[in-house]
């Protein structure tokens, strides 16, 4: 069965770098792409952008763009999202999302439990 | 970017009714259209895409209807499990954008 799962959650200072992992099984990695989706406290989702598993294509939103680096590693399967120059509007719960396109993103179909990040002084 | 407007932002319903919830996109979206369901504390499950078509495992009181800018997400007789916020997702161009969601209770 398909199974994303997540690394733990991380507590940074503004100004800090975090990269979450997000580890696949139960299916072909490069045969999809992933979407990393966060959600800031009691609000709603937001799509920061998405990776092809097969040729490490990206697009990502503007909001972040330039502070976000998306990747993967092919041989162990693992999506990776490192988000740059945080601050206190990035804390959130980020979401990786397996694509069903390896082409272009479109919409999730399994998701990942989620990795809280909270930045504080 | 493409905004998604849900209604309404909540409703209760009584446990067997039919619940429909709303999903409008500032501009034509084809049919590139997701469905989401969230618990609290919860990661989202995928329960449509394409507008209409249901992801596999999902019960068969959900479906969904739309096309161009409107779509609607039904449940046809409500559970208690099916407490959640509900999120539309247009995926015909980026970015990628969601609705507000909708909180569903039970009355």
């Known amino acids: 069965q398909v199974q994303l799962v997540q690394s733990g959650a991380e507590v940074k200072r503004p100004g800090a770098s975090v990269k979450v992992s997000c580890k696949a099984s139960?299916?072909?990695?490069?045969?999809?792409?992933m979407n990393w989706v966060r959600q800031a406290p009691g609000q709603g989702l937001e799509w920061m952008g998405w990776?092809?598993?097969?040729?490490?294509?990206?697009n990502y939103a503007q909001k972040v763009q330039g502070r976000v680096t998306m990747t993967t590693d092919t041989s162990t399967s693992t999506a990776y999202m490192e988000l740059r120059s945080l601050r206190s509007g990035d804390t959130a719960v980020y979401y990786c999302?397996?694509?069903?396109?390896?082409?272009?993103?479109?919409?999730?179909?399994?998701w990942g439990q989620g990795t809280l990040v909270t930045v504080s002084s | 970017d493409i905004q998604m407007t849900q209604s309404p932002s909540s409703l209760s319903a009584s446990v067997g009714d039919r619940v429909t919830i709303s999903c409008r996109a500032s501009?034509?979206?084809?049919?590139?259209l997701a469905w989401f369901q969230q618990k609290p504390g919860k990661a989202p499950k995928s329960l449509i895409y394409?507008?209409?078509s249901l992801q596999s495992g999902v019960p068969s009181r959900f479906s969904g209807s739309g096309y161009g800018t409107d779509f609607t997400l039904t449940i046809s007789s409500l559970q208690p499990e099916d407490v959640a916020t509900y999120y539309c997702?247009?995926?015909?161009?980026?970015?990628?954008?969601f609705g507000q969601g909708t909180r569903l209770e039970i009355k």
């Open positions: 999302a397996r694509d069903p396109s390896a082409l272009e993103s479109s919409c999730p179909d399994y």
């Open positions: 139960g299916y072909t990695f490069t045969s999809y792409g």
């Open positions: 990776i092809s598993g097969y040729n490490g294509d990206t």
């Open positions: 501009q034509g979206i084809s049919s590139s």
């Open positions: 394409a507008a209409s």
């Open positions: 997702q247009q995926y015909n161009s980026y970015p990628l954008t």
